[in-house]
């Protein structure tokens, strides 16, 4: 089983709206580093992904399913801070940070899909028993 075309499209939606929220806030209040923004969008789509996928497949999730959309986000990640800081050299120390979050942000799925489907079955089997 896979990650169909349209769950990515909204995984990386999840993502990029993650990180233009996080910033705007972040902005407002005047509070944090840029980076945080990072691992907001990361963590925000990694549950999208996660959520899409065992509300259909209620089995773990294989390997490659959590590598797909490790790989989006990844690449999301990088492409987002490269034209931010080209944009607005938000980073101090990009030649460290951007690599480390696309690879950090790559692994997220690995953390959040199995809490996600643990979640969903909880759902599930609670709303059984409560429509037999």
Same mark, same amino acid.
């Given at each position: 089983?896979?990650?169909?075309? !349209?769950?990515?499209?909204?995984?990386?939606?999840?993502?990029?709206?993650? +990180?233009? #929220?996080?910033?705007?806030?972040?902005?407002?209040?005047?509070?944090?580093?840029?980076? !945080?923004?990072?691992?907001? #969008?990361?963590?925000?789509?990694?549950?999208?992904?996660? +959520?899409?996928?065992?509300?259909? &497949?209620?089995?773990?999730?294989?390997?490659?399913?959590?590598?797909?959309?490790?790989?989006?986000?990844?690449?999301?990640? #990088? #492409?987002?801070?490269?034209?931010? &800081?080209?944009?607005?050299?938000?980073?101090?120390?990009?030649?460290?940070?951007?690599? +480390?979050?696309?690879?950090?942000?790559?692994?997220?799925?690995?953390?959040?899909?199995?809490?996600?489907?643990?979640? +969903?079955?909880?759902?599930?089997? &609670? &709303?059984?028993?409560?429509?037999?």
């Amino acid at each position: 089983m896979t990650m169909r075309a !349209y769950e990515l499209a909204i995984v990386g939606a999840a993502h990029v709206a993650g +990180l233009l #929220a996080t910033v705007l806030v972040m902005s407002a209040l005047d509070v944090g580093e840029p980076f !945080y923004a990072l691992v907001v #969008a990361a963590i925000l789509g990694s549950e999208a992904g996660a +959520l899409l996928y065992h509300r259909r &497949q209620p089995e773990a999730a294989p390997a490659r399913v959590k590598l797909t959309v490790g790989a989006v986000l990844a690449i999301l990640c #990088a #492409a987002e801070s490269l034209i931010a &800081q080209a944009a607005w050299d938000w980073i101090v120390h990009p030649d460290v940070v951007i690599p +480390l979050s696309s690879v950090g942000t790559f692994f997220f799925p690995y953390a959040f899909f199995e809490p996600m489907r643990k979640a +969903l079955a909880k759902a599930r089997e &609670q &709303q059984e028993r409560k429509d037999p």
